[in-house]
Structures are given as C-alpha cells and as structure tokens.
C-alpha cells in the first residue's frame, strides 16, 4: 500500500502552528501568532519567511523600527495546501 | 521527518484560536447609537419648532463627530489587537458600506430634495440588518433581536409619507436605540461580567 508523502514545509509542527492558526483567521500579528505559538521571536521570523517563500502565506510590513507591525495572511495555495496535508494525514489512518 | 502529533497540533491550535475570537465592535455601539438617537431628536425637535430646512443638515455631526470618537477609541484599544477572524471582517466590511450608503445618500438625496422619502427609513434599515449580523458574528442573542426589530422600524418607517414624514425621525431614533445603544450596553455589561 502506497502513502502519499507529507508536504515537507507543513510538517514541521511551528509552521503547522503557523498555518493551523491562520487558516482559521482572517489575519493575524506577529505578537499573536507569537502568543499562540509560544515560539520564540527568532524562530517565528524564519518560520514566516520559509512559509512566505512557499507561496503559502503573505507578510505585509508597516512601519520601522519599534514600532513596526506585521501581519500575516494565509493565501488560496496555503488553504489548499492545509487541506491536502490533513487529506493525506487523514489517509494515514483510514488505510 | 520530524515526530509529532499533526492532528493534535492542528487541533489545540485551532481550539486556542477560537477562544481568542471573540469579535469586537460591540464597544462601539453606543457611541453610535447616542450620537444618532441625539442629533435626529435634535433635528426633529429643531424641525418642529424652526421648519428651517438647515435643520435637515444636522445628520452631518453624526460622522463629523462620531469617525473622531470612533478613531480615538480603535486607537486606545490597538495595542491588545493581534487579529482578525473572517466573520468579524465581514461585520467591518458590512459597516463600511452602510456608512458610505449613509453619507452619500444623505447628500444625493438632500441635494434632490427626496430626502425626507426614503434616508431615514433606509438607514434605520441598514443600522438594523448591521446590528443582526454584528449580533450573529459575535454570537450575541440581544444584538440580533434588536437588529431584526431595528430593520423592522425601519421597513414600516417607510410608510410614513406626506405630512407623516417628519415621524420617521422618531423612527430612526427607535431604531438606533434598540439595534444600537441596547444590545450595545448589553454586550458591554456582558463582557464586565466575564459571560
């Protein structure tokens, strides 16, 4: 029997904390993803770039400095992406 | 590969998410509801006594004072402000549009003078139909009854032509009162409490 494999940029539990997180939000911070994440602020930056550069969320900055704001956002390629990886996670166990 | 429990990951992410959302905006229902349940007692009373037609301009000071009031209290509350759920994106984009409806209506119609035909009736309808979905996204029974009631007021206000139309003021005034300041203190008392 033939398992599709995981996509690797999802199984990696901080990003799939990440994309768990956005996927059920219009957008988020990143003090809030940090808050929900319990990541620390080094981590989640690299997480959110390797995400961005995957196409699966978009990172809008404001400001600079300490008073900089970012907000991320999960695209229609991320959305589709989550459903595949919990499709093929959910096939895991049905067979 | 990593080891760890994907579901279970994405589930206690989720879980935590959906306790964090719960939609804001009931805050500034009030503020809303005061300043047009003020400005159109004021516009009706100085209608009644002046018959000036300035009189019919005062809904004006609803956005002139109310977008200042508004910016200042989404200022103090920005810091604590991390997200945003789609409902509540929704709720925004919904009030967005009633406010552009209301300002533009408000001077198209009081340009072409059928202002006292339909303004009134079709805000307090749309102050309403926001209150319901307000009141749905936040999962809030009292903000959608009043919404529902509030867009009812607003539906029968219509029927106050001729020399009636004066009244649909009072209705307007109704409207704000159960769609906006009752649900609006409501939610406020409700949030005090920790429901």
Redesign the interface.
Same mark, same amino acid.
């Given at each position: 029997m033939e398992f599709k494999d !995981?996509d690797?940029i999802l199984?990696?539990?901080l990003r799939?904390?990440i994309m768990?997180?956005l996927?059920? !939000?219009?957008?988020?911070?990143f003090?809030?993803l940090k808050?929900?994440?319990k990541a620390t602020s080094g981590n989640l930056s690299v997480q959110l770039t390797n995400l961005e550069e995957a196409g699966y969320i978009k990172v809008t900055k404001s400001g600079e400095g300490r008073g900089s704001h970012t907000v991320c956002r999960i695209t229609p390629r991320g959305i589709r992406a989550m459903k595949d990886?919990?499709r093929t996670?959910m096939q895991y166990f049905s067979k | 590969m990593e080891q760890f429990d994907a579901l279970e990951v994405i589930a206690r992410t989720r879980g935590k998410v959906d306790l964090d959302s719960v939609p804001t905006g009931g805050k500034l229902f009030p503020l809303w509801g005061w300043l047009a349940a003020i400005v159109y007692s004021l516009e009706f009373l100085l209608w009644q006594l002046l018959h000036q037609e300035w009189c019919l301009w005062l809904w004006v000071l609803i956005p002139a004072v109310g977008i200042p009031l508004m910016i200042l209290s989404i200022r103090k509350d920005r810091d604590r402000t991390h997200m945003r759920t789609r409902e509540s994106r929704l709720v925004l984009d919904y009030w967005i549009f009633a406010a552009c409806v209301f300002g533009l209506g408000g001077f198209l119609f009081g340009f072409t003078g059928v202002y006292e035909v339909v303004e009134n009736p079709l805000m307090a309808l749309l102050v309403g139909v926001g209150a319901f979905i307000t009141g749905g996204a936040m999962r809030f029974r009292p903000m959608i009854v009043g919404g529902l009631v509030g867009a009812a007021i607003g539906v029968c206000s219509f029927a106050l032509q001729g020399d009636l139309w004066v009244w649909q003021m009072l209705a307007f005034v109704a409207s704000a009162a159960v769609a906006l300041i009752i649900p609006g203190h409501l939610y406020q008392k409700s949030v005090k409490d920790g429901i």
């Open positions: !995981l690797p199984h990696n539990e799939l904390k768990a997180a996927d059920s !939000l219009d957008n988020a911070d003090a809030y808050s929900v994440t990886y919990q996670l | -």
